[in-house]
């Protein structure tokens, strides 16, 4: 049986169109655990609530059939929504940064002067 917590992230999720860690932080998940989206997505509470709302792998594969069928160009967006709400992409993380700005962490790098190379100013 699906928590509330797992209930009230899947209604998130649904809103937020997909992104699962952001929907599992504003369920009450600790940062910690929201990081790892698969804490979610491969719970039986999880499983539980797709099931109930009729989200279904058996659905995604059908649905894809039938958006190849009517519109083989244009069909992205809702794949993507789908394989997110399902796990089955995960967000990007960022792990070179530290959530800096590119621009920032690399000025940051070209300022700093190695400490060991005697040929430095």
Known sequence: MPTEKQKQAVNNLVENRGNVSKAMRDAGY????????????????????????????????????????AKPENRIAELNLASKI?????????ITSKGEKLNTVLVEFINEKPKDNPNTD
């Open 86 to 94: 399902k796990g089955l992409q995960q967000d990007k993380i960022d």
């Open 30 to 69: 600790k940062n910690k655990t929201a990081k790892n989206p698969r804490n979610l997505t491969e719970s039986k509470g999880f499983e539980e609530i797709c099931k109930e709302y009729g989200l279904t792998n058996s659905l995604i594969v059908k649905s894809l059939v039938d958006d190849i069928k």
